[in-house]
């Protein structure tokens, strides 16, 4: 692909953005609507307990707090993320021409992640969830990811992400058992989201032509390491002890789970797909996607 290929393309994902874009900000996002107290904080299918026999032990008022708590998991992970990607991109392209069309899209994904936390920030407070403290292997990464790591596994890591919470949220914003807010901040995600994934695809395309292949197999497994991280971070032992539900029991409940082990595979399809298209799962890698359930 030449130079001036690419440009069409970040000029037509700006195209995008300018048609596409909603302002998060506005308190109607966050109203609730009659029944909501009844309702998830996701679809209950991606608990990673559903269905197991502490699942079926609870009462629904139960469950439906567990969904809640398990929600604001998923979408804290989803702020580190947009937070983490925005200072790892913002380094690289801070000396970059601004005038560039995919610096200047750039500029645009950081306008488009800052909304999204505090959105994802606002839609918890609204189903009166609240954010747990994260493992202390996700902060050493972060600090990693944010210093150390370099373009195609900046956006490989980002792409997995976007491309997990994707087919989740695609669940969450039709599901009539989920709280209007997180629908509508699904929605809202989803829409958003899906030029920051033609972006992704892109950059790392681009990066990866004349790559050495020690560099590749490098980027490979870092990837799959990030990715790795970041699947284990959805389930936080204090969201469950916060509970009153007991870790050990919570941990062998979902271990033996294939029904949460299939959701993260489905999760995980797209990118894994898209990752075995342009040569990026080695033997290393597909043991680490195993490990994760995302394979
Ligand atoms: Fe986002
Ligand atoms: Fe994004």
Same mark, same amino acid.
């Given at each position: 692909?030449?130079?001036?290929?690419?440009?069409?393309?970040?000029?037509?994902?700006?195209?995008?953005?300018?048609?596409?874009?909603?302002?998060?900000?506005?308190?109607?996002?966050?109203?609730?609507?009659?029944?909501?107290?009844?309702?998830?904080?996701?679809?209950?299918?991606?608990?990673?307990?559903?269905?197991?026999?502490?699942?079926?032990?609870?009462?629904?008022?139960?469950?439906?707090?567990?969904?809640?708590?398990?929600?604001?998991?998923?979408?804290?992970?989803?702020?580190?993320?947009?937070?983490?990607?925005?200072?790892? $991109?913002?380094? &690289?392209?801070?000396?970059?021409?601004? =005038? !560039? *069309?995919? +610096?200047?899209?750039?500029?645009? @994904?950081?306008?488009?992640?800052?909304?999204?936390?505090?959105?994802?920030?606002?839609?918890?407070?609204?189903?009166?969830?609240?954010?747990?403290?994260?493992?202390?292997?996700?902060?050493?990464?972060?600090?990693?990811?944010?210093?150390?790591?370099?373009?195609?596994?900046?956006?490989?890591?980002?792409?997995?992400?976007?491309?997990?919470?994707?087919?989740?949220?695609?669940?969450?914003?039709?599901?009539?058992?989920?709280?209007?807010?997180?629908?509508?901040?699904?929605?809202?995600?989803?829409?958003?989201?899906?030029?920051?994934?033609?972006?992704?695809?892109?950059?790392?395309?681009?990066?990866?032509?004349?790559?050495?292949?020690?560099?590749?197999?490098?980027?490979? $497994?870092?990837? &799959?390491?990030?990715?790795?991280?970041? =699947? !284990? *971070?959805? +389930?936080?032992?204090?969201?469950? @002890?916060?509970?009153?539900?007991?870790?050990?029991?919570?941990?062998?409940?979902?271990?033996?789970?294939?029904?949460?082990?299939?959701?993260?595979?489905?999760?995980?399809?797209?990118?894994?797909?898209?990752?075995?298209?342009?040569?990026?799962?080695?033997?290393?890698?597909?043991?680490?996607?195993?490990?994760?359930?995302?394979?």
């Amino acid at each position: 692909m030449t130079a001036s290929e690419s440009d069409a393309i970040f000029e037509t994902l700006l195209e995008s953005a300018k048609r596409l874009s909603f302002d998060s900000r506005s308190p109607l996002v966050y109203q609730s609507e009659p029944g909501d107290d009844e309702r998830h904080g996701m679809t209950p299918q991606w608990s990673p307990l559903y269905g197991t026999p502490l699942w079926e032990s609870m009462s629904e008022s139960e469950r439906i707090r567990l969904t809640r708590s398990e929600v604001a998991q998923f979408l804290g992970v989803g702020i580190w993320l947009e937070v983490g990607l925005q200072v790892a $991109l913002l380094r &690289a392209g801070h000396s970059a021409n601004p =005038a !560039r *069309s995919d +610096i200047k899209f750039l500029f645009n @994904e950081c306008a488009d992640e800052n909304l999204h936390s505090l959105m994802f920030a606002n839609a918890i407070d609204s189903i009166g969830s609240k954010f747990y403290p994260r493992d202390r292997m996700l902060d050493f990464f972060g600090w990693v990811f944010r210093h150390v790591i370099w373009d195609e596994v900046a956006y490989g890591i980002v792409l997995a992400g976007e491309e997990i919470f994707d087919v989740m949220q695609r669940d969450w914003m039709t599901s009539d058992d989920v709280a209007a807010p997180i629908r509508r901040a699904a929605y809202i995600h989803v829409v958003e989201e899906s030029r920051h994934m033609a972006y992704a695809r892109r950059k790392i395309r681009d990066r990866l032509t004349g790559l050495s292949r020690f560099r590749r197999s490098a980027s490979t $497994l870092i990837i &799959a390491l990030g990715t790795h991280l970041i =699947a !284990r *971070s959805l +389930i936080n032992r204090r969201v469950y @002890e916060d509970l009153g539900l007991d870790w050990e029991a919570v941990k062998s409940n979902i271990d033996g789970n294939e029904h949460h082990r299939m959701m993260f595979r489905k999760a995980a399809e797209p990118f894994i797909e898209f990752l075995s298209k342009e040569g990026l799962l080695n033997f290393g890698a597909r043991w680490i996607y195993r490990k994760s359930n995302l394979l």
